[in-house]
Nanobody, 124 residues
Framework: QVQLVESGGGLVQAGGSLRLSCAASGRTFSRYAMTWFRQAPGKEREFVAE????????YYGDSVKGRFTISSDNAKNTVYLQMSSLKPEDTAVYYCAARPTYTSGSYYYEYDYWGQGTQVTVSS
């Protein structure tokens, strides 16, 4: 069974840092892009960051550029999202997802697997 399991969420003060983890299992993800999305209450899902499993390419949403860093550790089958300079507007449920690299990343249906999400709350 393929699983993506997020962890590391919690409560942090504005300006603080937090690292999220996405543990992948059940298949080889070498030909997948690993992506972080987030969704705040009453708001649409938002793209946060993406990395190829090889780590050769990374992409970030405009709202997090310069503050968040995505990385991967293939030996641990884990993708990370290091979040710094956190703002209250970063408060959301953060989801890990995976799509084949031949897809465009433009559509949610391209993502084959999703984690259960982890809550991040940034207080002011």
């Amino acid at each position: 069974q393929v699983q993506l399991v997020e962890s590391g969420g919690g409560l942090v003060q504005a300006g603080g840092s937090l690292r999220l983890s996405c543990a992948a299992s059940g298949r080889t993800f070498s030909r997948y892009a690993m992506t972080w999305f987030r969704q705040a209450p009453g708001k649409e899902r938002e793209f946060v960051a993406e990395i190829s499993w090889s780590g050769g390419s990374t992409y970030y949403g405009d709202s997090v550029k310069g503050r968040f860093t995505i990385s991967s550790d293939n030996a641990k089958n884990t993708v990370y999202l290091q979040m710094s300079s956190l703002k209250p507007e970063d408060t959301a449920v953060y989801y890990c997802a995976a799509r084949p690299t031949y897809t465009s990343g433009s559509y949610y249906y391209e993502y084959d697997y999703w984690g259960q999400g982890t809550q991040v709350t940034v207080s002011s």
